[in-house]
């Protein structure tokens, strides 16, 4: 199931020259079709402010035609904090924007260009460079210090117009009471229990109000100030009803851009990802524009990179084999699955409109599958008729503003088709695995994109318990889509035969765990006296497996070399899908064994982002080990192979005079199968010693001791009882 999808694996590079001759016009105008972008973010704690903004301002810096890009920015906790710092940001970006632009900044995030970038030297760089640098670096400080203070100046502000007035509340900076979560949380004003909020932050540029300008002269004139519409959305919550995670904040979000922007193509971010190479959108553009089959494209996926990664990548977060093999052989077929963040869609195929090669002439729009709103479905058919143009918004009036709150309701998915076969898929902790397989079940097709310098750039969680955290969640909501309608061998009509075999493969792997368990665990039997055997595995059995294990090794180098990703990022694979297969994923399966009797679906747990900032020690949640009961078993197998190769060891002591040679040849194989088991738990071996592990050689050492100390006591037992039992 792993490799016959992966026959031909394809690679694909986007002619961004090819694009600017078919796109950008003589008179300085583009043809380049509109693109939403949603950001989405959970919590302002959780998932620090200054991360969702600097996504935010490179979204806003990124290299495409300003009246044609919108950014929408989703608060699932409705807080102040969040439409504040977005307010900041429309004060900061007139001057970083087009900084950037002016000077061509890589990358366009704020706080990862002043941090990686090293600064212009003078001698080196122009005196302008020079002046603007410094006078966007101090800009970007006191934005930061605003940031870091907006907490407090909401705190502050509320006790005033609260001690002036009888209501107790949450202010906004005009003096009107805040429609989301409030600082003393009451109902209504709460998180998981607030309306619906929608607010403009920057308006279209054509729209014809003045955008707002750089204060002070910096030297930029001779660049396009303009910066696109900026959006800010918080859908309701309500506990009487299923706010539908992740996906259904997307949904709101599509709603909502529909009615002000309706691009043809959205792209979704996750807050802890940025735009790192400005010309990435132009790059998924390539694709959704080719000639040859960019009509029936649904999305354009990028891999996913990490900068906040160690260096040697002790937990595998680079997961280079499955970025870079696995999904480039998936483009051979029908292409990539969707991966969460860093996607372009086209909007229409997540409405679960046809792909043009089997569409219906007429496509009907029915409020029973889109919703009851007579502004949306306008918007609906706008985009089958293919009606794509940069004309502002119409104006913002209360009724306009009150219907995009309206479509950015969750009850408003209630009868329709959303969630289910309109939009990203809900009812699975996965909802990306799942959004893919209906889109491709359509008959479209995905691209994936790869760019020498990467597209985005995110956040992983390179602490082991948060890490397995999320593995549980992935292989939680793959086996949640097995045991749905959306199973690989039922659903998806027009799926391409390998393409499902492929999905089946992506769903059912964390089964294969149980069978590693058992091998990883099968030194036991060697403790266990010959006396007492019905039968034990035999030497030819042995050589058998280890022949199979070469050969999969072999197959495993091959695909790295052809994917260009080196011996580091294999083995850390392969290591961590022996800690995956030995914790997370057996807590999959029981996960789902328990759902299937009581149909609770996985706790879409936000993964950490490292909120402590420890200046000292960038990687310091690295070495921080947090026990939970999912690590038992990959305790069990680490005590039994350690514990094996040491009575191994207190054997050898003992009998090595008596030995036949079949005897020595047994015990060489099953110390090398213990070798091996302990060469792929080495990460996690080294996260229980925590802090020691900053020098892994501790870990030899103590390895080394307890090696010698089970076979002291082995010894020792041996020579006390082996006259009552034989071993
Ligand atoms: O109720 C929720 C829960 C999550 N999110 C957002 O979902 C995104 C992803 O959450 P995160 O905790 O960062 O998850 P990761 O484990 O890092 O995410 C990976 O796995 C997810 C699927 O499990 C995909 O959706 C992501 O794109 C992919 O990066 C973040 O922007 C959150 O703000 C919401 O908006 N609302
Ligand atoms: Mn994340």
Known sequence: LNQLPKFNPVKTIPDLASLKRHSDLADGTSRLPGIDVFVTTADPIDEPVLYTMNCVLSILAVDYPVDRLACYLSDDSGALVLYEALVDVGKFAPLWVPFCRKYCIEPRAPESYFDMVAPPQAGRASQEFLDDYRRVQMEYDEFKVRLDKLPDAIRKRSDMYNSMRTAEATWMANGTQWPGTWIDPTENHRKGHHAPIAKVVLDHPNCGHSQPNAEGNLSISATDERLPMLVYVSRDKNPSYDHNKKAGALNAQLRASALLTNAQLVINFDCDHYINNSQALRSAVCFMLDQRDGDNTAFVQFPQRFDNVDPTDRYGNHNRVFFDGTMLALNGLQGPSYLGTGCMFRRLALYGIDPPHCRAENVTVEATRFGNSTLFLDSVSKSLNQER??????????????????????????????????????????????????????????????MEHDAFCGIAPINLTERLHQIVRWSGGSLEM????????????????LQRVSYLNMTIYPVTSIFIMIYSLSPVMWLIPDEVYIQRPFTRYVLYLLVIILMIHMIGWLEIKWAG?????????????????????????????????TKKGIHFRVTSKQTTADTNDKYADLYDFRWVPMLVPTMAVLICNVGAIGVALGKTMVYIGTWTAAKKIHAALGLLFNLWIMFLLYPFALAIIGRWAKRPIILVVLLSVIFVLVALLYVGLHILLSSVIPF
């Not at 294999?570 to 009797?597: C, D, K």
């Open 389 to 450: 143009s940069a004309t502002p918004p119409p104006p913002l009036d209360d009724t306009f503003l009150a219907e995009i709150e309206r479509v950015a309701t969750c009850s408003f998915d209630k009868g329709t088709d959303w969630g289910k076969g309109v939009g990203y898929i809900y009812d699975i902790a996965t909802e990306d695995i799942v959004t893919g397989f209906r889109i491709h079940g359509q008959g479209w097709r995905s691209m994936y994109c790869t």
């Open 482 to 497: 097995f045991f749905s309608h959306n199973n690989p061998l039922i659903g998806g009509q027009r799926l391409q035969l």
């Open 565 to 597: 990703i080196t011996w580091l990022d294999y083995w850390r694979n392969e290591q961590f899908f022996m800690i995956g297969s030995t914790s997370a994923y057996p807590a999959a399966v029981l996960h789902m064994a328990v759902n299937l009797l």
